[in-house]
C-alpha cells in the first residue's frame, strides 16, 4: 500500500494577551496632554470668571455711590454756615487744590446723629489717597474748629474734578465764581454740579445734577 505524506496543518495565531510598552507610553503622553490642555482651559475660564466677578462688583458699587450722590447733590440747601471765627461761608462752596474739594449744606435725613435742628447737614466731598470720602460736620455753626468724619464711598479713585453751571448757562472750577462777590453768593447755589474722575479698570465716570 502507498504510504501518505502527512500534510501539516497550519496553526491560527493566537490573540496578543496585552499592549506593548511603546503603546502604553504612547497613549500616556496623550492623555497627560489632553489633561494639561483641559487644566488650561479650566484655569482661563475660573480666571475669566473671577474677573468678570471682579468688574461686576467694581460696577455695583461705582453705580450705587453716583446714586447716592445724586441724592445728596440734589438736596443742597441755601442755608450758608458760620465757621469758628463767626464768619459766614456760602451754603455751596467748591475750591481748587482744598480738600475737601467740595462743600455744602443738605437737606438730608440720613444718618440723625449729623444733623442739625433744623434738619440740615454740612457735608464734603473730596479724594484723599485715591479714595472718594464723603466729609459730614456734627454741626452747621461751629464755635470752634471741628474735624468732620470722613467715610470712604470708593477706592482707586483718580483725576477727581468738579465743575459748576451758572445761571448764564458757564461753567466754573470755582464756587462762587472767581469773579464774583463772595457775599452776593453766599446763599446761591449753581444750576447744576459735573463730577468727574475716574476708577481704576474702568476709565472715566461722569455724573451731571441739576439743583432745585
Known amino acids: 500500500m502507498p504510504t501518505r505524506t502527512p500534510v501539516a496543518i497550519p ?31 479650566l484655569g482661563t475660564i475660573l480666571r475669566q470668571q473671577k474677573r468678570t466677578h471682579g468688574v461686576e462688583q467694581r460696577l455695583s458699587h461705582v453705580s450705587l455711590t453716583l446714586v447716592e450722590l445724586s441724592r445728596l447733590l440734589s438736596e443742597a440747601s441755601p442755608r450758608p454756615i458760620r465757621n469758628a471765627q463767626g464768619v459766614l461761608r456760602p451754603a ?70 468738579v465743575r459748576m453751571l451758572d445761571t448764564f448757562g458757564h461753567w466754573h472750577r470755582n464756587w462762587p465764581p472767581l469773579a464774583a462777590s463772595p457775599t452776593l453768593f453766599l446763599a446761591r447755589r449753581p444750576r447744576a454740579v459735573r463730577l468727574s474722575f475716574r476708577v481704576r479698570g474702568m476709565g472715566r465716570v461722569r455724573l451731571l445734577v441739576d439743583l432745585p
Do not use: C
Not at 496585552?18 to 504612547?26: D, H, K, N, Q, R
Not at 487744590?97 to 435742628?117: C, I, K, M, N, S
Open 92 to 161: 455751596f462752596r467748591a475750591t481748587v487744590g482744598l480738600r475737601p474739594r467740595l462743600v455744602f449744606t443738605a437737606a438730608t435725613g440720613q444718618a440723625l446723629f449729623y444733623l442739625d435742628r433744623s434738619g440740615l447737614s454740612r457735608l464734603g466731598l473730596g479724594v484723599h489717597n485715591h479714595r472718594l470720602i464723603l466729609y459730614r460736620w456734627p454741626v452747621l455753626d461751629r464755635a470752634q474748629e471741628i474735624k468732620p468724619h470722613a467715610t470712604t464711598l470708593l477706592r482707586h479713585v483718580h483725576d477727581f474734578r
Open 11 to 41: 496553526r491560527r495565531r493566537r490573540g496578543r494577551a496585552g499592549f506593548t510598552l511603546i503603546e502604553i507610553l504612547v497613549a500616556t503622553a496623550i492623555l497627560a496632554i489632553l489633561a494639561v490642555m483641559a487644566y488650561g482651559i
